[in-house]
């Protein structure tokens, strides 16, 4: 079975970026070969008032290359406190193709990955770097990632 970090499915869909839809550039030429775009690139479509503010994502190598070893490196700024509780929903397409759809325990998989940064997170700004080697099975096509984080809620019970 495998094992899924945030920070390997970030890695995941970084690395088959392409042009063009896939399906529609079948469609327009069933012969033509997919060309993935020279650099990896992303946009914050998040809210000001998101919990966690993402500055910046780097990837090395970029573009990625399928079977070597990938780092990503996120500078973000976390509004509040981020504690145990606190979950992720993660969705990975290509092109119109559900490849991934989980929710992850935040706390959880930054244990796991043994990440720079634990829980619980205090308000400010962070930078995490992790390294993942790549499969070698990496779709080539346009990929989408969204990640919907979900704060954990403390009720008190009288």
Known sequence: MVRFHLITVLALSTASLTLADPVEQAVLQPDAPVHTTDKWSWENCGQSTDVIQIEDIVVTPDPPQP?????????GKAQSVIEDGAYADV?????????LDKRFDVCEEARKANATVQCP??????????TVTLPWEIPRGESDFMFNYIPSFTQSIS
Not at 67 to 75: A, I
Not at 91 to 99: D, F, P
Not at 121 to 130: F, I, K, L, N
């Open 67 to 75: 079977g070597k070893d990938m780092t990503v490196k996120v500078k």
């Open 91 to 99: 969705r990975v397409k290509l092109g119109l193709v559900k490849l």
């Open 121 to 130: 997170v205090q308000p400010g700004m962070y930078t995490v770097e992790q």
